[in-house]
């Protein structure tokens, strides 16, 4: 059988470990590189004269001084906000009710459903994202949406039904029964076809009942290989709201892990305002931690402790949390997460914020087969341009190393970085 092969040349950066572990050592770069796609997977990745060399039957595509990078991964996310990103003046718990609810309830329908989960990842692949994990809204169809998207573009999509049975409006409530069967005919219809995964979604313990956090906690027993997110202390007023909702919880998490919601597949969105016990426990079950820090600076939650919860082990990814977050755009998220990490005094290499964006939200998702360039992985990448701008060239012009040159396209970069996103070894743009 005929198997189509591509060498794609540029710039490479990968990873032979954790950045925030082992330093920028950590990091590989080849000036004059390439990969080599085959049936849409890495099936070779070094110099590119060595490349040329062992694969003399491959078409050559040269990218010139393009950089090319796993495409980004995008670990928090919520879909059904894309239009009304950007929306002023309110901390969490008012954003949520004026500006959110109200864009969720349209989801009712399921042609808009359809309109903005192909605007929605068309956006992500013009910013270089090639794979999210997003919530939906509580309307079955919205599921349907995404995953119909996702599949229509080749995309490796998480997602999830949001459960809610209280403190929402009537038009986005569901009930601990409807919840836990609709959560699985939507599992079962979607995990594990094509590249779609499913995601149990209770959206956070203010909008569920203890009998919803319960037979959510009863369907992921049933269904361990299911990630399941939700959000954990992201605002002080949020906690205290907690508190009031379950008097008997030792803790924010306590009210997850009293009901099943709590281990290794489990995704907690913001974790910035974490207690002792909520930060050993995390730690001990290996659950994953995903930083948003643009939604974090936006709706004015606080500053995620990215290196303590680093050096102690944590398994941490990185996210947009669109539409609190203020970007569709990985690099943005990057930059936000540069600008936190250095109020707390430390100031991110450019290799962790790229590792963070890429293997370490794939990690975050339990997935080896994406945010990496190595053989055998499937063959999602951007070429990023270094001097997409005016702005950004005339910097990267005098750049002497290659995280001089990236950084300020980190910084400043947007979707004109983009040059190109390949979905399984293919350009997204026609
Ligand atoms: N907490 C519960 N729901 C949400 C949401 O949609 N966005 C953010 N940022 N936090 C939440
Ligand atoms: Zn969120």
Redesign the pocket.
Known sequence: IAMTSKLHLGQLIRFRANPFHEGDEAAEHVTSGAILVVDGKIGDIGGADALRKRHPEAKVEDHGNGLILPGFVDAHA?YP?TAMIASWGKR?IDW?NTY?FPEESRFSDPSYAQKIAGRYLDLLLAHGTTTVCT?CTIHPASVDAIFEAAAVRGMRVFAGKTCMDRNAPDTLRDNAQSAYDDSKALLDRWHGRGRASYVITP??SP?STPEQLAALGTLWAEHPDCLMQT?LS?QTE?IAWVKGLYPEARDYLDTYEEHGLLGAGGLY??AIHLEPRERDRLREVGAALVH?PT?NTF?GSGLFDMDGLMADGHRIGLAT?TG??SSFSMLRTMAAAYEVAQLRGRALHPAELLWLATEGSARALRQDSIGRLEPGAEADFVVLDLASTPAIAQRSAVAETVWEALFPTIMMGDDRAIRETYVMGKPSKP
């Open positions: 919520h906000q969490l949520l959110t919530y959206r956070f909008t959000h992201e949020e969105g913001h948003c939604s709706i949390d609190g977050g």
